[in-house]
């Protein structure tokens, strides 16, 4: 044993060295895959999200469309879309940068992976589930 200001380290051999670094790489592995699957989980609920936004959106116009005579859209209801529009716009931009993000994560977890197409796609397969 080899005692460092009061640390004490263990000597290694390098087989014992080269399972620990096996296992931190299989333990890392396993926490960037997690990872992964938890940003697509949160991309699929944004997605359904802004589904449900644009539902909103459309019932909203189609209600006002169907009548005769177009009233006037009221202050409330004038603020209702505006903060819509400001939120799927939002939306759009989060979204983005977790498909980016995720990207990046595989691309670090397998780096012969390809680069991402012009929209942050890549065509490569994708990580298992574990």
Same mark, same amino acid.
């Given at each position: 044993?080899?005692?460092?200001? =009061?640390?004490?380290?263990?000597?290694?051999?390098?087989?014992?060295?080269?399972? $620990? +670094?096996?296992?931190? @790489?299989?333990?890392?592995?396993?926490? +960037?895959?997690? +990872? !992964?699957?938890? @940003?697509?989980?949160?991309?699929?609920?944004?997605?359904?999200?802004?589904?449900?936004?644009?539902? !909103? $959106?459309?019932? @909203?116009?189609?209600?006002?469309?169907?009548?005769?005579?177009?009233?006037?859209?009221?202050?409330?209801?004038?603020? +209702?879309?505006?903060?819509?529009? !400001?939120?799927?716009?939002?939306?759009?931009?989060? $979204? /983005? =940068?977790?498909?980016?993000?995720?990207?990046?994560?595989?691309?670090? $977890?397998?780096?012969?992976?390809?680069?991402?197409? /012009?929209? =942050? @796609? !890549?065509?490569? /397969?994708?990580?298992?589930?574990?």
């Amino acid at each position: 044993m080899i005692k460092k200001e =009061g640390i004490s380290k263990k000597s290694l051999t390098k087989a014992e060295l080269e399972k $620990a +670094l096996i296992d931190n @790489f299989i333990n890392l592995q396993k926490v +960037l895959t997690n +990872l !992964s699957v938890k @940003f697509e989980d949160l991309s699929t609920n944004m997605s359904k999200l802004l589904q449900l936004f644009e539902i !909103s $959106a459309k019932s @909203f116009t189609e209600k006002y469309s169907e009548q005769e005579e177009k009233p006037e859209i009221n202050k409330n209801d004038k603020q +209702l879309l505006t903060k819509l529009d !400001s939120l799927l716009n939002q939306n759009k931009t989060i $979204a /983005r =940068g977790i498909l980016l993000m995720e990207n990046r994560i595989k691309q670090r $977890a397998n780096p012969r992976q390809k680069e991402p197409d /012009r929209f =942050g @796609f !890549s065509k490569s /397969r994708p990580l298992p589930r574990i």
